[in-house]
């Protein structure tokens, strides 16, 4: 039995798929080996089904996304830690001042809760954070580029 080939190009994507009785596909098998054309017809489906063309663009558009999504969150975050650390080290040393620190008279500093020395580790973080947002913010701006 011989098909016409338009029969074929319908079927070709079950026989693609392996979801065509044997009967089809043998008929399919018989078909193409005897025409050239069903046989590109065949390649141009598998290639269509290894490489999807049509989603290409669409797949860049979510990496962009997901690459801006991720700036922006490492860009707050950095942000946020900046204005938390400075808070928290301006609090540390406002306390400090309203508190107040005792001069011993041997010398030694008797300060209340640490304040100074956490202040300082905030000051530090507030600093990290500055260099961070910078570097990211560096980062994107040549990945734009
Ligand atoms: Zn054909």
Redo the contacts with the bound molecule.
Sequence with gaps: MRLS?EV?RDLLPLYYDKVCSKESSSLIEE?LAN?P??VDELKKLKMDFENPTISDGKVKLMENISAKWNKDKRVSFTKGSMLISALAAMICFISYNVIGAEVLPDGTLVEPFGLIPIGYIFVLIFIISLICNFIFLKKYKIKTK
């Design positions: 080939c074929i078909h025409c054309q069903c």
